[in-house]
Nanobody
Framework: QVQLVESGGGLAQPGGSLRLSCAAS????????MAWYRQAPGKQRELVAV???????YYTNSVKGRFTISRDNAKNTVYLQMNSLKPEDTAVYYC????????????WGQGTQVTVSS
């Protein structure tokens, strides 16, 4: 099965930056959409950013202008660069392989905690 391994989470100050990485196994990465989701305790899972196989992107309104999703197909890796972090960005972030028509794919990373606090 496809495995997704995340890294880069941690503690940041408000206004600071973090970069999340998600490395995927398998050759199907190149032709599949990748997405980042996040979930805070007691809240619903939220789609944050999407990058398609042609590198077109989508961002939820709350992160537009602050977050950037990118992919490196040679490394089978997707990134989420998070700038100007806010406390409300605090959540567990998950990468997902295979998002299609609003439905997540079956492959998820283990999740990485992002905490934004002064």
């Amino acid at each position: 099965q496809v495995q997704l391994v995340e890294s880069g989470g941690g503690l940041a100050q408000p206004g600071g930056s973090l970069r999340l990485s998600c490395a995927a196994s398998g050759s199907i990465f190149r032709i599949n959409t990748m997405a980042w989701y996040r979930q805070a305790p007691g809240k619903q899972r939220e789609l944050v950013a999407v990058i398609a196989s042609d590198s077109s992107t989508y961002y939820t309104n709350s992160v537009k202008g602050r977050f950037t999703i990118s992919r490196d197909n040679a490394k089978n890796t997707v990134y989420l660069q998070m700038n100007s972090l806010k406390p409300e960005d605090t959540a567990v972030y998950y990468c997902n392989l295979g998002l299609s028509r609003g439905t997540p794919g079956d492959y998820w990373g283990q999740g990485t905690q992002v905490t934004v606090s002064s």
